[in-house]
């Protein structure tokens, strides 16, 4: 099935250091969810975002939906050993489809 | 939110038998979904559970493979029939709030095929 673009796919970072990732398509989304992903664990929703240019916090977490609505943006800052994981996007092209497509990941791994 | 839980939580089966999955909700919701999900890969739609009516299955994924019940608002499961170890993978059960568009997850079911 159609997935989204994440990137970048993996990344390797210093404890203390703020994080970037997006999440791209070729297509128009109405609603943009993103998650956190632990080992051996299911996915746990971090933000939801509804509205095009939105910017929405939790904690040191903040997502933006892209202007375009064909992306979306999460920032970590300050990033701890415990934001380790895979983050994963989702979006919803609303207009009477109501099934999320999720993105291809992308793996966290913090240096202490 | 949802708190979603499932059972069992791993399992490891034989060839040729078949594993169900349950999975329930802590509250009414409007649409339960049941996904694939290969380790450190992305999740794969397997089918939308539907209340009191066939489920609707994805491209690649058919009824006589994974059979699918939603007796009621809150509960539904998964049957991998006639295993083989390509049905090796975590499945993952997921929910929909009434007047919510988020989407919760349980936390797995861990399935070996030997």
């Known amino acids: 099935g159609q997935q989204l673009n994440q990137s970048p796919q993996s990344m390797f970072i210093q404890e203390g250091e703020d994080v970037s990732m997006n999440c791209t398509s070729s297509?128009?989304?109405?609603?943009w969810l993103w998650y956190k992903q632990d080992p051996g664990e299911g996915p746990v929703l971090l933000i939801a975002?509804?509205?095009?240019?939105e910017l929405t916090s939790n904690g040191r977490l903040t997502a933006q939906f892209g202007i375009t609505r064909k992306d979306s943006f999460l920032n970590i800052s300050a990033s701890i050993p415990s934001d380790v994981g895979i983050y994963f996007c989702?979006?919803?092209?609303?207009?009477?489809?109501?099934?999320?497509?999720f993105g291809t990941g992308t793996r966290l791994k913090v240096l202490a | 939110s949802a708190v979603i839980s499932q059972k069992p939580s791993r399992d490891i089966c034989q060839r040729g038998t078949s594993l169900t999955i349950q999975c329930q909700v802590d509250s009414q919701v409007t649409m339960m979904f049941w996904y694939r999900q290969q380790p450190g890969q992305s999740l794969t739609l397997i089918a939308t559970a539907n209340q009191g009516s066939e489920a609707t299955y994805e491209s690649g994924f058919v009824i006589d493979k994974f059979p699918i019940s939603r007796p009621n608002l809150t509960f539904s499961t998964l049957t991998v029939s006639n295993l083989s170890p390509e049905d090796s993978s975590i499945y993952l059960c997921?929910?929909?709030?009434?007047?919510?568009?988020?989407?919760?997850f349980g936390p797995g079911t861990r399935l070996t095929v030997l």
């Open positions: 997921s929910a929909r709030p009434i007047s919510y568009n988020e989407q919760f």
């Open positions: 297509s128009i989304f109405n609603t």
């Open positions: 989702a979006g919803q092209r609303g207009a009477g489809t109501y099934k999320y497509i």
């Open positions: 975002l509804y509205k095009a240019g």
